[in-house]
Nanobody, 115 residues
Framework: QVQLVESGGGLVQPGGSLTLSCAAS????????MGWYRQAPGKERELVAT???????TYADSVKGRFTISRSHAKNTVYLHMASLKPEDTAVYYC?????????WGQGTQITVSS
């Protein structure tokens, strides 16, 4: 079994910055992709950013230039640095891991961008 533990969520003012972390543990073999998704109230879950085992990154158009995804192979941890945050970034952010044993999700962490 795989566990994903997210941290770093909270309340931030517009224009501010925040960094999320997601640490994976358990039966992790051959990680293919780690990433972040988000779901705002009344909306479907959407991709924010992903990073592959070869460190190729993908970003949603809405966050390009503002968010940066990175990972530590040694720590099985993925990070999401968010800058220039906007109220429309408010959502529950979920960590995702895809590896040989399956597709796993974190419990979600709330990000609220408000003055």
């Amino acid at each position: 079994q795989v566990q994903l533990v997210e941290s770093g969520g909270g309340l931030v003012q517009p224009g501010g910055s925040l960094t999320l972390s997601c640490a994976a543990s358990g039966s992790i073999f051959n990680i293919r992709t780690m990433g972040w998704y988000r779901q705002a109230p009344g909306k479907e879950r959407e991709l924010v950013a992903t990073i592959t085992s070869s460190y190729t990154t993908t970003y949603a158009d809405s966050v390009k230039g503002r968010f940066t995804i990175s990972r530590s192979h040694a720590k099985n941890t993925v990070y999401l640095h968010m800058a220039s945050l906007k109220p429309e970034d408010t959502a529950v952010y979920y960590c995702n891991l895809q590896c040989a044993s399956g597709d796993y999700w974190g419990q979600g962490t709330q990000i609220t961008v408000s003055s």
